[in-house]
């Protein structure tokens, strides 16, 4: 797909299609994941690939009850993982960057599905801790849930603030 068509039919979809994702599209979206740029290439953030029912379900509660993305064949969930950037580039890198690397990912993610005739949402919602407690995991932090599946719904066009309200052009 052209890069400017794929940026437009990307949209949020809350529903989801019973659908089975093939697992060639689900390895192309997990290419599409590692080859994301990160902070000096240290790929600071860990994906956990979730297809179990009852995962989903313990990640929709702690989404505050979000309960669609129990439709969702397959939830992405990507951890920043501040101790590998660290290493690197200090408390930068354990503050930002790794956060940065998790959510760079997730967007190629994002964009690698909908190329792939699938849909996602971005799920930023969720109570931190009890997204950790459920991979067992005291040293990553969460950052974002994927939903990723055949969408079940049309996309609502939503407006954009205008581009003028966005950049500031200085000589």
Do not use: C
């Not at 129990?70 to 969930?77: D, G, K, N, R």
């Amino acid at each position: 797909m052209e890069f400017f068509d794929l940026i437009q039919k990307r949209h949020s979809i809350r529903a989801y299609s019973s659908k089975r994702i093939e697992e060639e599209k689900l390895n192309r979206i997990m290419d599409a994941i590692s080859s994301a740029p990160s902070a000096g290439n240290v790929q600071a953030y860990e994906v956990f690939v979730v297809k179990s029912e009852v995962k989903k379900k313990a990640l929709a509660k702690a989404a505050f009850n979000q309960d669609f993305v129990i439709q969702a064949p397959v939830l992405l969930v990507f951890f920043a993982d501040p101790q590998r950037s660290s290493v690197r580039y200090g408390s930068r890198g354990k503050a930002l960057y790794s956060v940065q690397d998790a959510t760079i990912a997730a967007t190629f993610a994002m964009l690698a599905a909908v190329d792939l005739g699938l849909s996602t949402v971005w799920l930023g919602a969720f109570n931190d801790d009890q997204v950790a407690e459920i991979f067992a995991t005291k040293s990553l932090h969460p950052v974002a849930i994927l939903p990723v599946g055949y969408p079940a719904e049309e996309p609502e066009v939503t407006s954009r603030r205008p581009l003028e309200d966005l950049f500031h052009h200085i000589g």
